[in-house]
């Protein structure tokens, strides 16, 4: 798309505001607006400046100064502004030479697909994330050196069966694990979701279907359908920032924290994956699920570095909550056919080889999708590089395994600190081409473990108070 494509667009929406977004290294979208004015062919070719010190995990007070450069193809109405504003998605790049900004997510993942391309393995890479999301009626958390807490609630919490459940108690709460598909009146966000839904279409994000999620207390799923690395990453922007203000408009808090509830289902980000040649599926063959050698090679490469992926796909310490045996989420590192226990599966996607894909279950949408994206990528194509064979699959129910088959069977990491952990031991195959840095690597670990993992291994807790108050 050029600028007078845009500027039509513009026009026809009688736009007055041009606002432009970019994704920080956390993955929380930022925003600057200009009137339709500034929007020339001289501030689109030079970017728009920018203090990058007072963004998380970027640059230092000395050297602040930052580019953000509208990437034209990504134009949108913006759906939640009351003057009619268009937004435009943004690269970020140093002022003195315009070029790509070493921690800037989105260049990240630009750099990944074109390693891709230049080894000649496969020309495009699609993802298909599916990230599930709390809708509560009300939240409340504070901290402080004395003490800490938060609530949350949903008027279809199971845990409101026996309250007046916000002054009336018509029954119809869902139970704890029991949320999966129920209809009216159980489901109370069928209209919120179907206008999330109306939502993304306006801005170029075909939804497949909506539905309740297992959760009790308002957990919801909306699919939309596979892009390319890059524009699926931008769609995952979208898509949180749509379903949050959505949620806002209807006086409710929409949340993607992966556990939020105690002993009921988490949120996951599970991502469909395939690799294409040509406008050919490569992932489609004749050995196990109908898959090509180049697909288990893949897989192989994503199960030989989850441990480390988790440091980037499962970001948070609250990731680990969610990480947990006896709930959905996988823990154990398998692949297998149709089985939603292990951590890659492979749908039965039928005969068609185009719909050949595996699905990795352990992501969740706390991620940065960009940098989750192109590290996934880069993860496969070190098992297709190197013919990383990832074993037998495992065709049982895993969740039921008898601890001694158990033990034979890679795990997860057990919290961030042990993911950060793996990351540092070895890096190597998100360094190669240049995709990754050394210095984006150690910058990444160095926020989560001051900001995240150090705070939280300090803090008491109200379950530490129920344990040991009175030893």
Not at 80 to 95: A, K, Q, R
Not at 439 to 455: G, N, R, V
């Amino acid at each position: 798309m050029d600028l007078k494509k845009v500027q039509k667009i513009a026009a026809d929406h009688s736009v007055k505001m041009v606002d432009f977004k970019f994704t920080d290294l956390p993955g929380t979208w930022h925003h600057l607006t200009v009137p339709l004015h500034q929007l020339t062919e001289e501030n689109v070719e030079e970017g728009f400046g920018f203090d990058g010190s007072s963004l998380r995990g970027w640059r230092s007070i000395n050297e602040s100064d930052m580019i953000m450069k509208p990437d034209l193809s990504t134009a949108f109405m913006d759906p939640f502004c009351e003057v009619p504003t268009l937004s435009i998605t943004c690269d970020i790049v140093l002022p003195e030479t315009l070029q790509a900004y070493n921690r800037d997510p989105r260049q990240i993942a630009k750099k990944a697909v074109n390693y891709l391309k230049a080894t000649g393995i496969a020309d495009e890479v699609y993802f298909g994330p599916e990230a599930e999301f709390f809708i509560f009626d009300h939240i409340q958390y504070d901290l402080g050196s004395n003490h800490s807490h938060f609530s949350v609630d949903s008027e279809e919490g199971a845990w409101n069966s026996g309250t007046d459940s916000f002054g009336e108690n018509l029954g119809n709460k869902i139970r704890h694990k029991q949320g999966y598909f129920p209809a009216a009146p159980l489901d109370t966000l069928q209209d919120i979701r179907t206008e999330i839904c109306l939502e993304l279409e306006k801005v170029g994000i075909p939804v497949e279907r909506h539905h309740h999620e297992v959760a009790s207390g308002g957990q919801g799923e909306i699919n939309f359908r596979f892009d390319s690395l890059v524009n699926s990453a931008d769609q995952v922007m979208w898509f949180k920032y749509i379903v949050k203000n959505v949620a806002k408009r209807h006086g409710k808090t929409a949340t993607f924290m992966p556990k939020p509830i105690f002993g009921d289902n988490g949120s996951g980000m599970h991502t469909h994956m395939s690799l294409w040649k040509k406008g050919k599926p490569l992932f489609a063959g004749k050995h196990y699920a109908g898959l090509s050698e180049d697909a288990l090679f893949f897989i192989g490469g994503i199960l030989k570095h989850a441990p480390k992926l988790c440091a980037i796909t499962n970001p948070t310490t609250n990731s680990y909550k969610r990480l947990v045996p006896g709930f959905e989420a996988p823990v154990k590192l398998a692949y297998s056919f149709k089985n939603r226990s292990a951590a890659i599966r492979i749908p039965n996607s039928g005969p068609n080889p185009k719909a050949k894909r595996i699905e990795f279950r352990t992501p969740d949408a706390s991620a940065n999708p960009y940098l989750a994206f192109a590290a996934l990528l880069m993860a496969g194509i070190d098992g297709i590089q190197n013919k990383i064979h990832p074993g037998e699959p495992l065709d049982k129910d895993i969740y039921g395994l008898p601890t001694e088959e158990l033990q034979g069977i890679p795990s997860v990491p057990v919290d961030l600190k042990a993911a950060m952990g793996e990351l540092k031991s070895d890096p190597q195959f998100l360094l190669e081409g240049e995709v990754f840095s050394a210095e984006l690597l150690q910058a990444w670990m160095d926020y989560k473990w001051d900001q995240e993992i150090s705070p939280m291994l300090q803090r008491p807790t109200a379950q530490e108070f129920y344990l040991y108050y009175d030893v």
